[in-house]
T-cell receptor, first 114, second 112 residues
Framework: NAGVMQNPRHLVRRRGQEARLRCSPVKGHSHVYWYRQLPEEGLKFMVYLQKENIIDESGMPKERFSAEFPKEGPSILRIQQVVRGDSAAYFC????????????FGPGTRLTVL | QQQVKQSPQSLIVQKGGISIINCAYENTAFDYFPWYQQFPGKGPALLIAIRPDVSEKKEGRFTISFNKSAKQFSLHIMDSQPGDSATYFCAASHGYGQNFVFGPGTRLSVLP
């Protein structure tokens, strides 16, 4: 049973470029969460999605950031016109549609903006 | 009100000792309290979780103690081992499917 998969694991972008991060949840999970972790800090919630719907994007910056979870395929976190302050580890977590609150985390994508 | 406080920021324990990490919250609507373990370069992994209807939950060497009236909960690691050296995060959420609010983390080092 595969866990949450994220790719790429490492991503280097120059200022002004676009970063596209992908997340495949645990098979059968329909809830996806994205968190950001700055060095030496805890995880901060960004966005919560279900298939084809954004449920809560209260933690996501209003500009340059967007997320989707299409009916088919992985969830995508997209950062346009990256800046140095976007450098961080981005983690995706998934949970099942029924049951408890458990969230299973992927290995993360470490974004470095030069 | 959404904040979760965590202490200490770092902790050094001798092998075989007890590691204790404390967390506190304000939002009384929180009803699920997990602890995550994170090794460098890895994603957080769920260790143990508790709901406010119980005061203690034990799984192997890991125990959560929960004090609802004080709005505090703690993680105890018994017989700490060098392999336990990692960063530990407490978290809280309210309602099914809601996002987690994480504490800032505790870096644990267990000396051999």
């Amino acid at each position: 049973n595969a866990g949450v998969m994220q790719n790429p694991r490492h991503l280097v972008r120059r200022r002004g470029q676009e970063a596209r991060l992908r997340c495949s949840p645990v098979k059968g999970h329909s809830h996806v969460y994205w968190y950001r972790q700055l060095p030496e800090e805890g995880l901060k919630f960004m966005v919560y999605l279900q298939k084809e719907n954004i449920i809560d994007e209260s933690g996501m910056p209003k500009e340059r950031f967007s997320a989707e979870f299409p009916k088919e395929g992985p969830s995508i976190l997209r950062i346009q016109q990256v800046v140095r302050g976007d450098s961080a580890a981005y983690f995706c977590a998934s949970s099942p549609s029924t049951g408890n609150n458990e969230q299973f985390f992927g290995p993360g994508t470490r974004l470095t903006v030069l | 009100q959404q904040q979760v406080k965590q202490s200490p920021q770092s902790l050094i324990v001798q092998k075989g000792g007890i590691s204790i990490i404390n967390c506190a919250y304000e939002n009384t609507a929180f009803d699920y309290f997990p602890w995550y373990q994170q090794f460098p370069g890895k994603g957080p992994a769920l260790l143990i979780a508790i709901r406010p209807d119980v005061s203690e939950k034990k799984e192997g060497r890991f125990t959560i103690s929960f004090n609802k009236s004080a709005k505090q909960f703690s993680l105890h690691i018994m017989d700490s081992q060098p392999g336990d050296s990692a960063t530990y995060f407490c978290a809280a959420s309210h309602g099914y499917g809601q996002n987690f609010v994480f504490g800032p983390g505790t870096r644990l080092s267990v000396l051999p």
